[in-house]
């Protein structure tokens, strides 16, 4: 089983970068977006079930958009206005946790490698 993620760069206050994670090997009920960023722990972003449904965190609600291509077994993060303090490395997991447990990482039993996204002021 992999994830591989990609398209996060650099870029300015303001602007947008879409994240790509690719699943190989397996599908997942959940698949989800989070991030970390240097002395923090690992926060919880986006999530979407395999029905489409998508859950958020307070901080990039009304900003970032999680999607998901079944057919390619693909999630996407699309990040608008981005902000300085949305400067971390962000990773994709897959898991077949419960609704109630998916902003945890606990219940994701895959993780892809981390993409760096950093925003400038």
């Known amino acids: 089983v992999q994830l591989q993620a990609s398209g996060g760069g650099l870029v300015q206050t303001g602007g947008s970068l879409r994240l790509a994670c690719a699943a190989s090997?397996?599908?997942?009920?959940?698949m989800g977006w989070f991030r970390q960023a240097p002395g923090s722990e690992r926060e919880f972003v986006a999530a979407?079930?395999?029905?489409?449904?998508?859950y958020y965190a307070d901080a990039v609600k009304g900003r970032f958009t999680i999607s998901r291509d079944n057919a390619k077994n693909t999630v996407y993060l699309q990040m608008n206005n981005l902000k300085p303090e949305d400067t971390a490395v962000y990773y994709c997991a897959g898991g077949n946790g419960i609704l109630s447990a998916i902003t945890t990482t606990s219940t994701y039993y895959n993780w892809g490698q981390g993409t760096q996204v950093t925003v400038s002021s």
């Open positions: 979407v079930r395999r029905s489409g449904n998508a």
């Open positions: 090997g397996r599908t997942f009920i959940n």
